[in-house]
DNA sequence: CTGTTAGCGCTTTCAT
DNA sequence: ATGAAAGCGCTAACAG
């Protein structure tokens, strides 16, 4: 009753084993007509299935591909996610997941795990490359030298394939719809100082303000966790200095939170003050006020990762978005 | 530079294989203090990492575990999903996913990747088991032929273990409190006929409703997909009829949905309808009209599911959840 | 406690 | 085009 094994289908069908092997699993070598069919006809009547581990094990490598995220109940991770699941699927690849909370640690336990498993490539979401660049470097090394893979999503780092998000210049669109909008009093709840994505979305939207001649005053740029408490937290701390103006979250999880500290403050988000978040997280979208924000093609981004696994090395892509503008912003 | 393989190690260390092995990988059995030193130190010197394939096919099983979901970016199983792998991680588990879109056809596929993966258990969310049920049973079969578990997440089926989610109760407890509240016009928005979770939360919502001496119209029960798009469609269908009352949809995606729906008539959810959702999807929670809806412990179901996956066969778990009173049901 | 030695199931030269 | 046979890296009896 345990599993049939390749050579059991083989006997059955009175061929050797590497002629089995040749028609069940993906060679390049050609077979006849008619032991193929008996092979075939033997596979099926055993209800054969490979060996993982051993196919893994014989040809060097696994047909797996680690997706290590910071959170998967993020929506935005999730999304990327689902693209990356979709594609793999699609391309006969597995995905296993690892999740790090934003830990650096966990992120190379994460790798070494996959490089363990031998996984074709990994796909990094977000990393933040702070401290520990080198360890980091040596455990992608490492992976390199197993023959596999690693590609990022996020901004580029070193000459490893990205799948970049135009963070920046989105921001700066954003900023200048903002302004076309009318408005001329911003605010920032900018996220942490280290993380690339925030600053990349912070310095764009300066940016586009300053285009528009309109600066903010350091102290209404304030940082804190990127997350929903850290927009709620951060929001406080700005309602102390104003109670109007727009304010720009450089996540819409972030403007979720702020958006709730202003209703806690007794003020309305998008009448008292006008708020912008980043993302434009699906559920979001069919709440009140409407969040301004910008649409990010996640999925997207998950597809392209998975090409780039086994595209050129050292190529990459870009994504972009749409500043999308909704009730949250609208001036009287 | 290839990776160093257990014999380069033991090489160095001056030991055998075995003992290599017996200190590196989990083993039982006792090695002396002296040599097992040896081994760590070569071990190390040599950046050692097992070869998971090699080992996976020594022992006869990965370890691995397969989560089945429908959708990955959906609240629902994220959050489930984000529970799975928490506790995967601390057991020293990975976790591979696969998506079905709901299609019986893809679980199938998938649960016999997993088995030729040779993964030690799968976790299978929300399987609907209506057709195949028997081809479903034969995979189940063939998993357990290798020494494999299979849990499910959701409803019993024969005697597989399981974490029950207790959507029937919850349901009524829901109906029970909108009655107390003093609604006593309803509607509800039913999900697909042929889903035991959809199936559950309607009748559970009936029989609370039935304590309370209220009655629901059949026409006043409206079929229809499980997601946001299903929610608003039932919800057009269903002002054809009224205008007014309270509207249960079995899902809050699907509230969500419903509530778009109804500003598109021109009418204001929670004023003019009140609305209940069910699940308590958590980016839902900060906005407005807050939605009165059921909270799960989904995450809490996810770890158990992994609990069981080395528990004595046979065992399982039930879940249960709150009512959540908000703003969308609030009478004036 | 430590070492020897069979395999695990499959892929892949290398012959034929 | 087909088959024989040598591993892939590791675990687990089985002997000492």
Known sequence: MAQPTLYQVAELAGVSLATASRVLNGSARQVGEDLKERVLAAAQQLRYTANGPAQAMARGHSNTVGLIVADIADPYFTQIAAGVVAAAEATGLTVTMGTTGRNPERELRHLAGFRS????????VGSRLGDGEDELAAEIAAFHDIGGTVVLISQPVGDLPVVEIANQSLATELASALADQG????SILAGPADLVTAQHRTSGFLAGLAQAGIEVAPERIIAGPFDRDGGHQAMEQLLDITHSGCVFAVTDAMALGAMAAIREAGLTPGVDIAMAGFDDIPT????QPGLTT??????EAGRLAVDLL??????????SGRVVLRDSTTLP
């Open 183 to 186: 408005h001329t009093d911003f």
């Open 294 to 299: 910008v649409n990010l093609p996640l999925r």
């Open 117 to 124: 498993q031998r996984a074709r490539g990994v796909i990094l």
């Open 310 to 319: 086994s595209a050129e090395p050292g190529s990459s892509r870009t994504v």
């Open 284 to 287: 979001l979208a069919d709440v």
